[in-house]
């Protein structure tokens, strides 16, 4: 039998990221993962453009010489190509209590939103694209501004390591802050669970679409906070107020979706009808969709 290779979508799995402490480590596996996997399917990952020419070598590829210079100079040359730069992205993650909750069973909402920020930014700046991150409660927490380079990602890595729930939320102030920092165009690229006044939240949305930005919606949920599937009295707490209780799920659970239904609903129709990019994402879902979703979004805005 023919050896198909490694198998690369573990290194998408979300409970196999959160056994590894490094977060380079992760970043690294999760996008070399994806890039595997990317390139066995249909799609064909970034762009190239024309850079410049250079000596023809044994072993470059013949579609590559450059047949027109060849006609002037008699000299074989090949046409050498660099991957897009220059794009600005800016990553504005969530670090609110709310993003601690986790299901029996599943990663926290943080540390999904926490890796697949990592993942990001790895894969930004290996594209030569400068990145820069936002980590916001109900007030920015971090802020480092836009960089390329690859001494600047071990800085953002090491920011992610020390990430721990902070506070309570205020997202749409926090939003409209950053809109104001971002001087120059660029991709916005946000991830929270979005529990705030929704209305608020996406007036702040829309402030990076007045000014021109191109913008990437995760929102991550646990997959209980969607179903409320729990069989049992249980007592619910408020993460960020503490407030507290107690009730039978299956009384309620029927009004609880059809409420969660009309959030999310609220939310992906906004987005729509502004042209940003909305991706719901549970901590089940393994990080390839995300990570294609940033790809099909950058090569849209050359």
């Known amino acids: ?39 066995k399917s249909p799609y ?10 250079r000596a023809y070598m044994q072993g470059d590829n013949l579609k590559d010489v450059d047949w027109k210079v060849y006609g002037k100079t008699e000299k074989f040359f090949v046409k050498q190509y660099e991957e897009e730069t220059n794009l600005k992205c800016y990553i504005l993650l969530d670090i609110s209590k709310s993003m ?16 697949l920020a990592a993942a990001l930014s790895y894969l930004m700046i290996n594209q030569q694209d400068a990145v820069g991150l936002t980590l916001f409660s109900d007030k920015i927490e971090k802020y ?18 020390l990430v721990s729930p902070s506070s309570k939320t205020n997202t749409a102030a926090c939003l409209h802050q950053i809109a104001e920092k971002i001087k120059r165009r660029g991709m916005v690229i946000i991830i929270s669970d979005f529990f705030d006044d929704v209305n608020s939240v996406l007036s702040a949305i829309k402030h990076f679409r007045y000014k021109k930005n191109d913008i ?14 729990f069989g049992r009295d249980a007592v619910f707490k408020d993460l960020e107020s503490g407030e507290e209780i107690t009730t039978q799920p299956f009384q309620i ?12 609903s609220t939310i992906k129709n906004e987005c729509l009808n502004a042209n940003i990019e909305y991706n719901l994402i549970d901590t089940q879902t393994t990080f390839d969709k995300a990570l294609f979703s940033y790809i099909q979004k950058r090569n849209k805005i050359k």
């Open 44 to 53: 064909h990952g970034f762009s190239v453009e024309f850079s410049e020419h």
């Open 253 to 264: 659970q029927k009004a609880y979706k059809e409420a969660m239904n009309d959030f999310i």
């Open 216 to 229: 990437i919606l995760f929102q991550i949920l646990d997959p209980l906070e969607r179903s409320f599937a």
């Open 100 to 115: 601690s909750y986790a299901s029996e069973g599943n990663i926290s909402k943080l540390e999904y939103g926490t890796s």
């Open 144 to 161: 480092f501004p836009p960089k390329s380079s690859k001494s600047y990602l071990q800085e953002i890595l090491k920011a992610f390591s």
């Open 1 to 39: 039998m023919e050896n198909s290779g490694p198998d690369y979508k573990k290194f998408l799995t979300p409970s196999v990221i959160s056994k590894l402490n490094a977060f380079d480590l992760r970043a690294r596996l999760m996008v070399e993962g994806f890039m595997v996997g990317l390139h």
